[in-house]
């Protein structure tokens, strides 16, 4: 009766597939709602892009795909979250509580989505790289509880395990340069959160799987352009890389092409 016709949906997994269900337009499309299929007949379309789900992978979609040219999550940090000048890398590190002469790996995701063969590999890069620290989202008393005991089995100590608090977007943004790599899960991706640390200036090391929901960060970094180095294509050599990239000159390197792109000040500044 309202002559809707076009429904676009970013949310529905959360609240809104019901909606969708009851078909209140005759073109109904998934765009951000759910990074893969609905497997639902009432959901006409899927936006996403070829990295994320190449044209050989639609046969698994219950929607048709609609490809945009580049990375299908637009993003535009440089209009809402400008580069702060206020505060040097030194002074986030020591806010947050992060060693001021140690290689920092982060990861920025939910403690749910970190698989154990994903832990179990930056164990792994953390002991090739003895002076690093781990840098993970303070989730709650018992996974953080339990992502210490798991490291401590694993001959990591208490204090190579830094648990960032709880902060605002626009702050979170800016202390992501604090940290000098972003390690990514497998099963599901990092995908808002690989965004954020490219507009850090990080590298984001990741494996792409087969599945929509695991080439998330493949799909930034394929858009993004000069961090594609960091997409690799084994656990093997996502170790290798990650350790070259530890070493201080490839560090150095890699981050002048990453805010070369964004055209950022402040490279020698981050080191």
Same mark, same amino acid.
């Given at each position: 009766?309202d002559l809707?016709?076009?429904?676009?949906?970013?949310?529905?997994?959360?609240s809104?597939?019901?909606?969708?269900?009851?078909?209140?337009?005759?073109?109904?499309?998934?765009?951000?709602?759910?990074p893969?299929?609905?497997?639902?007949?009432?959901?006409?379309?899927?936006?996403?892009?070829?990295i994320?789900?190449?044209?050989d992978?639609?046969?698994?979609?219950?929607?048709?795909?609609?490809?945009?040219?580049?990375?299908?999550? &637009?993003n535009?940090h440089?209009?809402?979250?400008?580069?702060?000048?206020?505060?040097?890398?030194?002074?986030?590190?020591?806010? =947050?509580?992060?060693?001021?002469d140690?290689?920092?790996?982060?990861?920025?995701?939910?403690?749910?989505?970190?698989?154990?063969?994903?832990? =179990?590999?930056?164990?792994?890069i953390?002991?090739? &790289?003895?002076?690093?620290v781990?840098?993970?989202?303070?989730e709650?008393?018992?996974?953080?509880?339990?992502? &210490?005991?798991q490291?401590?089995?694993?001959?990591?100590? =208490?204090?190579?395990? *830094?648990l960032?608090?709880?902060?605002?977007?626009?702050? @979170?943004i800016?202390?992501?340069?604090?940290?000098?790599?972003?390690?990514?899960c497998?099963?599901?991706?990092?995908?808002?959160?690989?965004?954020?640390?490219?507009?850090?200036?990080?590298?984001?090391?990741?494996?792409?799987g @087969?599945?929509?929901?695991?080439?998330?960060?493949a799909?930034?970094?394929?858009?993004?352009?000069?961090?594609? =180095?960091?997409?690799v294509?084994t656990?093997?050599?996502y170790?290798?890389?990650?350790?070259?990239?530890?070493?201080?000159?490839?560090?150095?390197? *890699?981050?002048?092409?990453l805010?070369?792109?964004?055209?950022?000040?402040? &490279?020698?500044?981050?080191?």
């Amino acid at each position: 009766n309202d002559l809707v016709d076009l429904l676009i949906d970013t949310d529905y997994y959360k609240s809104r597939l019901s909606i969708l269900a009851l078909r209140p337009a005759p073109i109904q499309v998934n765009f951000l709602a759910h990074p893969g299929t609905s497997g639902a007949a009432f959901v006409d379309h899927i936006v996403a892009d070829r990295i994320v789900a190449p044209p050989d992978h639609a046969l698994f979609f219950s929607e048709s795909i609609l490809y945009m040219s580049h990375h299908y999550q &637009v993003n535009d940090h440089r209009a809402s979250y400008p580069p702060r000048r206020d505060r040097t890398v030194a002074q986030i590190r020591q806010k =947050e509580g992060l060693p001021l002469d140690k290689f920092v790996f982060c990861n920025f995701n939910g403690l749910y989505k970190i698989e154990p063969a994903a832990f =179990e590999l930056w164990v792994r890069i953390m002991h090739r &790289v003895p002076d690093s620290v781990l840098w993970l989202v303070n989730e709650n008393s018992e996974s953080n509880a339990n992502i &210490v005991e798991q490291a401590r089995l694993r001959g990591i100590s =208490e204090d190579r395990l *830094i648990l960032a608090q709880r902060a605002d977007f626009a702050e @979170h943004i800016d202390r992501v340069r604090g940290a000098d790599m972003f390690l990514d899960c497998f099963t599901y991706n990092a995908h808002t959160t690989a965004v954020d640390s490219l507009w850090g200036g990080l590298p984001v090391m990741t494996l792409p799987g @087969h599945n929509m929901n695991m080439r998330l960060a493949a799909g930034a970094l394929y858009a993004y352009g000069p961090a594609s =180095e960091t997409c690799v294509r084994t656990i093997e050599d996502y170790e290798e890389v990650a350790v070259a990239i530890a070493n201080p000159a490839a560090k150095r390197r *890699i981050r002048r092409r990453l805010f070369a792109k964004w055209t950022l000040a402040g &490279v020698e500044e981050l080191g």
